[in-house]
């Protein structure tokens, strides 16, 4: 299943559930400083080209194409350069697929820990079996939450979720092309959960479809990617209404107001990717948005 598969099965989401019982993440690190770039282009260089890392059997690679190892190295750089990871922090994944981002973290997060979470149980199952036991700082978690793209029979609704995890117990939560596949009331409720897991003055940092003027403006001269209407009313915006989660868009005012609400806001200019073929978008595909939580909130 990749997020370009075509399943349009409609799943009835039940309503609000149970919580899961919270998980104790050993989230008690000393942040250090982020590296300086001359070694973070050498780590992240390093990590492309190390072949005896952890990788996933080519068929059970269920995010999508590329080269697994180049793209998780590209966001580790991000990761450090633009989010400003450091290596003793703790970091939440949520949608952590197969690994590719955990992967090239386990070379990083040399003092600090990570705990991803994931909606299918067999990219969760990998990463315990392939990187758990050689990096114990390194947890799974698998929610049993509905996506009618990745995981139809989910018995549970990602727009109730409550994740299994203390509150502010995270420093930095990376969320990579995963609100690509959600749709509106899924966003609102991580939006909140986020909040409440991270700590004053951690960072969230998302690859996504942000709807501006200028991505109006790329998409509307036949310039973009995916069947996005840029004349539809929004906030949400779907590539395929046949396939919703396949690729869904926001308005970029929509969204960063939902993160306002809950004291998220952006820590750096947003970095816009090429994907609706906008002037002047950069080398990566998804728009990059990093925010983070204000102290006080
Ligand atoms: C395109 S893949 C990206 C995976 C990973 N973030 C990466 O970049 O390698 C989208 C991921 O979002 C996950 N996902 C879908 N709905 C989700 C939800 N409600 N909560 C968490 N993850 C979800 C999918 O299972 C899938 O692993």
């Known amino acids: 299943m990749t997020a370009e598969s075509s399943s349009n099965r409609v799943v009835l989401l039940r309503g609000a559930q149970k919580p899961a ?10 942040p250090s400083a982020p590296l300086p770039a001359d070694k973070v282009e050498w780590l992240c260089e390093a990590v492309a080209r190390n072949r005896f890392l952890p990788a996933p059997p080519a068929e059970k690679v269920f995010i999508g194409d590329g080269d697994f190892r180049a793209i998780g190295a590209e966001f580790l750089r991000h990761f450090i350069t633009l989010g400003g990871l450091a290596p003793g922090e703790s970091v939440l994944e949520i949608g952590c697929g197969i690994g590719r981002m955990a992967v090239p973290l386990t070379q990083y997060l040399t003092s600090g820990t990570y705990a ?8 969760i199952d990998w990463c315990r079996e392939a990187i758990t036991p050689a990096y114990p700082n390194f947890r799974f978690e698998h929610l049993d939450l509905a996506n009618p793209l990745y995981n139809p029979a989910g018995a549970l609704n990602g727009g109730a979720v409550t994740l299994p995890f203390e509150f502010e117990s995270f420093d930095f939560i990376l969320l990579t092309s995963v609100i690509t596949h959600l749709r509106t009331a899924e966003v609102v409720r991580y939006a909140a959960e986020m909040a409440r897991v991270l700590r004053p003055g951690g960072r969230v940092f998302m690859s996504l479809f942000l709807m501006d003027n200028a991505a109006r403006a790329g998409l509307a001269a036949g310039n973009g990617r995916y069947g996005f209407d840029p004349a539809a009313r929004g906030p949400e915006y779907l590539g ?24 998220l806001v952006p820590a750096r200019p947003i970095l816009h990717g090429h994907w609706s073929g906008r002037d002047g978008g950069g080398a990566n595909f998804q728009d990059i948005l990093v925010l983070h939580r204000e102290a006080g909130e």
């Open 21 to 30: 019982a919270p998980v104790a993440v050993q989230a008690v690190s000393v």
């Open 240 to 263: 395929d209404p046949e396939v919703p989660n396949a690729a869904v868009a926001y308005d970029q005012r929509f969204l960063l107001d939902i993160f306002a609400t809950q004291g």
């Open 116 to 123: 991803g979470m994931d909606i299918v149980a067999d990219g």
